[in-house]
């Protein structure tokens, strides 16, 4: 526990020294990110104290003004998630010493370096947290440390609507889960978060905790259709911010909402399927809307809410366990849905950190007017592609282990004897699939055209400088990190899995986890995957073999002839994605415009097609508008004086006392005078 | 340990025989001569010899994919039974390996394709990966009813489980309904007719073709080749499911499995010779019927 204490000590104070010193000055950043590998260091042994050791409870202040105590409790599923939050806290304070330079961000570079520790801290607090209080307050800090660090380049319009955007957002999940904890406390009599009995409980008090639970998690953790700040958000913080957002605070809001479902007593099968639904349609809509997307961190983006749709489906298939009394089903979701949140914690991170390195070397991030960089960035492109591959949840790479484990405790929904009911939720089997499809289609536009082929230098919109090199060495170190540990989980699944069975312990119904083992061969599966990667190696030495021996000479593309081809006619990733976002237009309503080229001496053509974010231009914007207009009325009130403010909250106040008066007994009074 | 060692052989030496008695059989139906049954085999043994030109746009990517697809097609095609023998890797959770392995290899294929930098190559990789999005879940719903019906999760056990219940089994309306649905799968996945023209060489029509328009020499033949891999696995994922058969005699049954795989091909050689590629457009509307064929198939399971 003391471990735990002093990392989220070191973390808050990572990004004090740079208030203090010249701003152009280089150690204020090396101190930060030192002070942050300390944090992940003590923070990494805490955490296998736990892990080893067992749960452990602790109160840091008593505060008897609201009437609980703000207390820390860790449990191995709080160290679970904690172990994300340092790994990927160190490696993007190790990345922002070579991205975020104070010689080029010298007013920014402060501020993000103290609002990144403090968000690490908060994103600490609430995993930790052993009450409610304890963890709004977690919430909040979140919330705001991370609008500081996703608006520190607020000079940019889209940033700064992003940042607000975010604010909003958050703020009406801190509302809807204060509800949330107020029904909580209504239902348990305290703010701890202890199991309550069934007794206590009444079922519709019980389902109104679980909707604002869902709303207020899924709004953090960006579940369609309440994802509407995620895209802008990811886009425009800094490249290792985003990598944080999307691997770990997206994460918090699955934390809460499997905390809150272990908490409430016999969750029915109803609940289950719902989740499992919400998680089949984000896991499709997700990577759908990423296969329209231009810029490399909003395709980025909508793969994150893909990757909650995956985790969302594998608790709902725990859920659906618990209810109707199945083991595997329980201990093979769950087991899924924790391999998943660290491994789109890792490889979402390797993703923005390689589409980092790609803007800050040329300073777009269009996929469109990028082009061959594969062979002057190697490393990064190859960090990139391992990313892909592991995201598109293809062997031997981690992102596969955690889909494999779902599939298998979806197949077995649909056993047979299974009453047709829960077989129907095997259904989910195909859309997970076609998702898994649909992101190898994005996945390959996007490392093929950004990666592969020729530059498209030639667009004088790009300032795509000749041959951009790799980054920077601290750059490359944490890609390298997080690389090496997608590999690792991906051909030693059985250890990774020992974590997690160590992690569901508390909170499973069934014993232990060796029972994992019995529903699914994990050994086996460890071994082929490392037999495959062995053979793809082999592969690629024969690929490279060949190149040596048999090449008779080096032209260029076949070209049909074409007198002066040029690199702009390549296929773009606009062209790669267009079939499916023509099928699946119904649902993505793309945009297009195009000028065809008439006439003998035609004007210049041009194309261009555009996918909105639907929630947001489509119903909220339009929804704020309207509202805008109807309710001007209401302006007279808002004066802009604090005393007229103040009156308001009085006269708020006045009339709920007044509405506490025995206003029943009125009728009766009147009647005996 | 025998069965092992014809199986690896089977997987290793009989792909290339398929496209050859494809082509036989259009010719013949069309009243060719045709090329000779092993005319890809003297096609590989050509190209392996040969030198090869490179685009200098290529990285490494252009050289391994075709390698890396080969290699993944291979290993999925030690998980799957030949006839009645048990595949020579066989665990839980298999089936599930399998189609992740043909993921890795389309991503490698399709990857490979865009390295050339060309835009017929980007065409090609498109609808490649457009179609394979919508045979996908047909694939998934046909391992579920094949799941449903078996009551286990490896491939072998799965695939063996239509042989046990005997071909008139009372499942045998669904297991017909997912072999259909397969089956349109298989011509999809391979880019035979109606959804691709293995034949024509104009780019605007094709989609396998025209992905390996710049590889040449060895780098072809491995394309070709792994092309006929695919096939072959496919078609004993169908096999497996429509015609079981089993004798007391292994050598028998290895000479049925072998037969087997001919008549598909047989199959697939008559439907190229009676049907002509459908428009691009079309055949999502073809592909989504491989979809509802399964999903039949898997709701038939439920009763």
């Not at chain 1, 029915?268 to 810029?295: D, Y």
């Not at chain 1, 594998?314 to 769950?334: T, V």
């Not at chain 1, 003998?600 to 929804?623: G, I, T, Y």
């Not at chain 2, 017909?176 to 034949?199: F, K, Q, S, T």
Request: hydrophobic fraction near 55%; aromatic fraction near 10%; proline fraction near 6%.
């Amino acid at each position: 526990m003391i471990f735990i204490w002093i990392a989220f000590l070191l973390a808050t104070v990572s990004g004090l020294p740079g208030l203090f010193a010249s701003r152009r000055a280089n150690w204020p950043q090396i101190v930060s990110c030192a002070l942050m590998c300390l944090t992940a260091l003590t923070g990494l042994a805490g955490v296998i104290f736990i892990f080893i050791f067992g749960s452990q409870q602790s109160v840091i202040c008593p505060s008897p003004i609201i009437g609980a105590n703000f207390t820390m409790k860790l449990d191995p599923l709080a160290a679970f998630f904690l172990v994300p939050v340092f790994l990927i806290g160190a490696s993007g304070a190790i990345y922002d010493l070579g991205y975020w330079r104070p010689a080029r961000h010298t007013r920014s570079g402060p501020w993000l370096r103290l609002f990144y520790g403090i968000l690490i801290a908060a994103m600490g607090l609430i995993v930790t947290a052993g009450d409610g209080i304890t963890f709004l307050f977690g919430w909040e800090l979140m919330g705001l440390s991370a609008f500081g660090a996703i608006s520190v380049e607020h000079q940019r319009w889209k940033v700064r609507q992003a940042g607000w955007l975010f604010l909003v957002a958050s703020h009406i999940s801190m509302m809807v889960l204060i509800a949330m904890f107020l029904l909580f406390h209504q239902a348990a009599g305290s703010f701890a978060l202890n199991p309550l009995s069934s007794a206590a409980l009444h079922p519709r008090l019980s389902t109104a905790i679980f909707v604002l639970a869902l709303i207020g998690f899924g709004i953090k953790a960006g579940v369609m259709p309440f994802h509407f700040w995620l895209p802008d958000a990811h886009a425009g913080a800094p490249s290792h911010v985003s990598a944080i957002l999307s691997g770990v605070l997206l994460k918090m809001g699955v934390y809460g909402l499997i905390r809150v479902l272990m908490l409430l007593p016999a969750p029915p099968a109803s609940w289950g399927v719902l989740i499992l639904i919400l998680g089949a349609i984000n896991a499709v809509f997700g990577v759908a809307f990423a296969l329209g997307q231009h810029e490399i961190k909003r395709l980025l983006a909508y793969h994150s809410i893909e990757n909650i749709g995956i985790i969302l489906m594998a608790l709902g298939l725990a859920i659906l366990g618990i209810a109707a009394k199945h083991p595997d089903w329980f201990i093979l979701g769950m087991a899924a849905c924790l391999l998943h949140v660290w491994n789109h914690a890792l490889f979402k991170s390797l993703l923005f950190y390689s589409a980092g390195a790609v803007i800050s070397k040329t300073h777009t991030g269009l996929i469109d007017r990028l082009g061959g960089l594969g062979k002057t960035m190697p490393y990064t492109a190859g960090a990139f592609l391992l990313g892909a591959l592991a995201i598109c949840g293809l062997p031997p790479l981690n992102g596969f282990i955690s889909e494999w484990l779902l599939y298998m405790g979806l197949f077995r929904t649909a056993g047979p004897g299974q009453p047709a009911f829960y077989a129907a939720a095997a259904l989910a089997a195909p859309a997970l699939g076609l998702a898994g499809t649909l992101a190898v289609a994005c996945f390959v536009k996007a490392y093929g055209t950004i990666f592969l082929g020729l530059p498209r230098a030639q667009d004088p919109e790009s300032r795509l400088a000749p041959g951009p090199g790799d980054p920077a060495r601290s750059m490359l170190i944490p890609m390298g990190i997080l690389a090496l540990t997608c590999v690792a989980i991906g051909l030693f699944p059985a250890a990774a899995l020992l974590v997690v069975a160590r992690a569901i312990s508390p909170i499973n119904h069934y014993g232990a986890i060796a029972a994992l083992n019995q529903y699914v061969s994990v050994s086996a599966l460890g071994v082929m995957t490392l037999v495959l990667a062995l053979s793809l190696v082999a592969g690629w030495l024969v690929g490279e073999w060949l190149k040596n021996r048999a090449v008779k000479r080096r032209v260029g593309t076949w070209d049909c002839g074409y007198a002066k081809p040029s690199s702009r006619m390549q296929y773009t990733a606009t062209s790669l994605a267009d079939g499916l976002v023509g099928l699946l237009g119904w649902l993505l309503r793309p945009h297009k415009s195009s000028q065809r080229p008439r006439g003998a001496f035609p004007a210049p053509a041009r194309f261009s097609s555009h996918v909105d974010e639907v929630v947001l231009d489509r119903v909220l914007v339009p929804l704020w508008v309207f509202a805008k207009n109807k309710l001007s009325v209401l302006k007279t009130f808002q004066q802009g004086s604090l005393q007229m403010y103040l009156l308001y909250i009085l006269l708020a106040l006045l009339i709920l006392l007044l509405t506490l008066s025995p206003w029943g007994e009125l009728p009766q009074w009147l009647l005996a005078h | 340990m025998l069965n092992v060692f014809i199986h690896i052989c089977f997987l290793i030496l009989l792909p290339p025989l398929l496209p050859g008695v494809i082509n036989r059989v259009k010719a013949v139906l069309a009243g060719r001569k045709g090329p000779p049954l092993l005319q890809l085999y003297f096609d590989l043994a050509r190209l392996l010899r040969k030198q090869m030109v490179l685009s200098s746009a290529t990285t490494w990517v252009f050289r391994s994919g075709p390698m890396l697809g080969l290699v993944a097609v291979l290993l999925a095609g030690l998980l799957i039974p030949f006839g009645p023998f048990a595949a020579p890797i066989s665990f839980t959770g298999d089936l599930i390996l399998f189609v992740a392995l043909l993921g890795l290899a389309r991503f490698f294929t399709a990857a490979a394709a865009l390295d050339a930098g060309s835009s017929f190559e980007g065409m090609g990789a498109a609808r490649e990966l457009t179609f394979a999005c919508l045979a996908e879940p047909a694939v998934f719903l046909a391992l579920l009813a094949l799941a449903r019906f078996s009551g286990v999760l490896s491939l072998t056990n799965m695939l063996l489980a239509p042989l046990a219940a005997g071909p008139l089994a009372h499942a045998a309306a669904p297991l017909v309904l997912v072999a259909a649905g397969l089956l349109i799968v298989l011509l999809a996945e391979n880019c035979r007719m109606p959804v691709d023209d293995p034949n024509t060489h104009l780019e605007l029509t094709m989609i396998h073709e025209v992905m390996v328009l710049d590889h040449s020499g060895p780098l072809l033949g491995v394309i070709l080749y792994g092309a006929a891999v695919k096939l072959f696995v496919f078609s004993v994922l169908i096999g497996q499911v429509v015609l079981p058969v089993h004798t007391p005699w292994p050598a028998l049954d290895w000479l049925i499995f072998a037969g087997r795989m001919i008549a598909l091909a047989v199959v697939v050689g008559v439907v190229e010779s009676v049907m002509a590629r459908l428009q691009m457009r079309h055949v999502p509307i073809l592909l989504t019927a491989a979809c509802l064929l399964c999903g039949f198939g898997f709701i038939l399971m439920l009763r």
